[in-house]
């Protein structure tokens, strides 16, 4: 290909719109028959072809069905609900406290009414000595200091409240 040729070429390109530089590829054919596609220039030797690139486009999108309309029926009508609480926890105790109460209970080692007996081993511990009567239960605790702590259960296994 004559120089002459390659100047026009270089001269023109900055013309063409910029669509077209996406769609065109240079075929650089060596005399080997090496056969390189490139979007630059070939190397000199080399013969040039312009290639026409054509890129996919999707046939347009048609919905399969069609749109719903947008009135007002009394089964769409908005109405503020509260929300229902599906996996609440129901303790034996009524629920007297809630779980950050409890939480909060078991881990500063405190005794509180509506707890559980499994609640006070959690935050106390085994206790020394289990006292069953009528239909109550008495923990006892036993401290380094030789004083005790008591806590009594109702029926239930709840902790039952200073009477």
């Known amino acids: ?14 013309c063409l719109p910029l669509w077209a530089a996406d769609h065109v590829v240079h075929r650089c ?22 290639q026409q690139v054509h890129t996919y ?7 399969m069905l069609p749109e719903a309309e947008g009135r007002q029926t ?4 908005t109405r503020r609900k509260e929300p ?9 105790c009524g629920n007297q406290i809630n779980i ?30 289990i006292k069953v009567r009528n239909s109550s239960t008495r ?5 380094q200091k030789g004083r005790s702590a008591e806590v009594v259960f109702d029926e239930k296994g709840c902790v039952k409240g200073k009477s």
């Not at 009394?74 to 009508?77: L, Y």
């Not at 229902?84 to 034996?92: E, R």
């Not at 935050?123 to 020394?128: C, F, I, Q, V």
């Open 139 to 143: 923990y006892t605790y036993k401290t």
């Open 57 to 63: 486009s999707p046939p347009p999108i048609e919905p």
């Open 74 to 77: 009394s089964s769409n009508k």
């Open 84 to 92: 229902t609480i599906v996996g609440q926890l129901k303790d034996s």
């Open 29 to 50: 054919e060596n005399s080997a028959g090496k056969i390189t596609f490139t979007t630059h220039s070939c190397e000199p030797g080399e013969t040039l072809t312009m």
């Open 1 to 14: 290909m004559p120089v002459s040729r390659y100047l026009f070429l270089l001269a023109t390109l900055p």
């Open 100 to 129: 950050n109460q409890r939480r909060e209970a078991i881990l500063k080692r405190r005794i509180v009414v509506g707890m559980s007996e499994q609640d006070v081993v959690s935050a106390l511990g085994k206790p020394d000595t």
